[in-house]
């Protein structure tokens, strides 16, 4: 008893050294740095979008500009067909996004909702989070053939059809958890009242699973948005998106920081927008994918 008692004691003891460690001024410090670590590349980004070319070329790099100059944006906005690769984007990643969550959200309920065993659910949840994890880049050739022979190369749909198959895994894998939560009592009232399957997704899960759907959203069309591999290998003009617009500032003369942050920068704002209108579904879905059980 007395060795368990000391025990105890020294258990108490880690216990306690451990939250004075850990207390508010490491809190302070920690979150402090982890804010800079996020904070600082967005930092640089403006700040190199808004220098004249001999401070962004300047060794060592200028943390604070000494000059304020527009001529990056400008020359960005000047560009011949940017506006087009701007609405390529919006389209492949809103097109994308939309097919993803509708067709990625009834594949999600029918496998919470169907007829199969825990061990099914389990394999197919680990078959999702396997499509998000092998590269990209070795499908790359076989898909490239298969939209020639398609004659897809170059056109909108192509991406489309790409983006959509990276997140539709995605989609699938947390909308099963966020399904999963769902009481299966307002279902089973709804089918009472004479709602059929698909009524009871509509009208019944579909509206209580709002915020999921909404973190799903994000996730899927950020990373739509970013697509960068597919994006340049299917486009050769009319279909390009602004990532690759990006990349084209680097050539055999070098890298043109200040357009290119300054194309950055105008690629950032919509998804800062989408993101600040829906911050608070996006926490809530995180959140709600997060205690799943």
């Not at 060795?3 to 050294?17: F, L, P, Q």
């Not at 949840?125 to 499908?139: C, D, E, R, S, V």
Request: some cysteine; aromatic content about 12%.
């Amino acid at each position: 008893m007395a060795k368990k008692h000391r025990i105890d004691a020294n258990d108490s003891m880690v216990h306690e050294i451990l939250g004075n460690v850990w207390g508010s001024p490491f809190r302070i410090v920690f979150t402090a740095v982890l804010m800079l670590l996020v904070l600082f590349p967005l930092y640089w980004l403006f700040s190199s979008a808004f220098k004249i070319r001999a401070e962004y070329l300047a060794n060592p790099p200028l943390l604070i500009p000494h000059v304020f100059t527009m001529e990056n944006i400008k020359t960005v906005l000047s560009m011949n067909g940017l506006g087009r690769q701007f609405m390529n984007s919006m389209i492949v990643s809103l097109s994308s996004t939309a097919i993803s969550l509708l067709f990625g959200s009834m594949a999600a309920y029918s496998l919470v909702r169907g007829k199969f065993s825990n061990l099914t659910r389990q394999i197919f949840g680990l078959w999702f989070m396997i499509q998000k994890m092998y590269p990209a880049i070795a499908t790359a050739i076989p898909i490239y053939l298969v939209m020639r022979k398609l004659q897809l190369i170059d056109t909108l749909p192509a991406l489309i059809i790409m983006n959509t198959s990276f997140n539709l895994p995605l989609v699938i894998w947390l909308m099963m958890g966020f399904f999963a939560q769902v009481p299966i009592e307002m279902e089973e009232s709804a089918r009472i009242d004479g709602c059929h399957f698909l009524s009871r997704f509509f009208y019944v899960v579909f509206p209580v699973t709002k915020s999921g759907i909404v973190a799903a959203g994000i996730l899927a069309f950020v990373g739509a948005w970013n697509e960068f591999l597919f994006a340049v290998i299917l486009s050769i003009n009319k279909s390009k998106t602004l990532p690759v617009v990006i990349a084209g500032f680097i050539t055999d003369k070098g890298l043109d920081w200040g357009p290119m942050a300054a194309t950055s920068l105008i690629s950032l704002l919509p998804v800062l927008v989408l993101v600040y209108l829906c911050q608070k579904q996006f926490v809530e879905g995180l959140a709600m994918g997060a205690v799943k059980g």
